[in-house]
């Protein structure tokens, strides 16, 4: 499986950003390695731009958040159709960032992705235990609970992937251990495999999010079972996540 190196850029932008894919195919010397997949994800008003130019080079392109419902009164928000209207590949769900600060619980997340999924996009479905549950040995089961009630029963590998993000990793320089990271992407791919069958979860991509840089990203894009990075301030560098790419 190629390794999903994912762009999440937050509020951060403009629209002549609309150039970053060509600067980064540039400063990847027109070439993406074969073992990288490689996603943007813009604000949504500047998805179709951004999302046109990545394809250009061979990259995918993804929204941050989507609404669950196809269209209505819902002011301030977009639904996955229109996401995918815009041309994105990807939509990321459950963000931290969402569920801490815009009430995202996980039945909305399921939701989301569910409208996702019936867009014919990938849902990408993120799960992370806080500092508090991890040092009070809780992040397995905050993990698991977030995977059964986040995950819509129409998931399968193909258009679902799992972002493993503690929250206190998030923006802070801080990363998990390696062997921490290595444990829970094998128990999401256990929970994943009770819920889809073990054959999907052989073929299911985890990433790893939170404060990956290109002095780490190595090491965590080669610990067994992480299949991806998704990257927030160091995407917002062309040179920063071109290294992070090239060390899938
Ligand atoms: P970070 O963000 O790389 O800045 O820690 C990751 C994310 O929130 O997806």
Known sequence: MKKLIAANWKMNGKSDWADKPAELNSVLDGKIPDSAQVLICP???YL???ADNAHKYGMNAGAQNCHSEDSGAFTGEISAQMASDCHADYVICGHSERRAMF???DAVVKAKAQSVIQSAMVAIICVGETLEQRESGAANSTVEAQLRASI????TALNTVIAYEPVWAIGTGKTATLDDIEQM????????????GKRSAKGLCIQ?????KPANAKDILSVDGVNGA???GASLNMEDFAKIIQAA
């Open 43 to 45: 604000p949504s008003v």
């Open 208 to 212: 790893y999010g939170g404060s990956v």
């Open 152 to 155: 819509p029963e129409a998931s």
């Open 185 to 196: 992407h094998a128990h999401i791919r256990s929970v994943y495999g009770e819920m889809f």
């Open 230 to 232: 998704l990257v927030g």
């Open 103 to 105: 009430g995202d619980s």
């Open 48 to 50: 179709t731009q951004i």
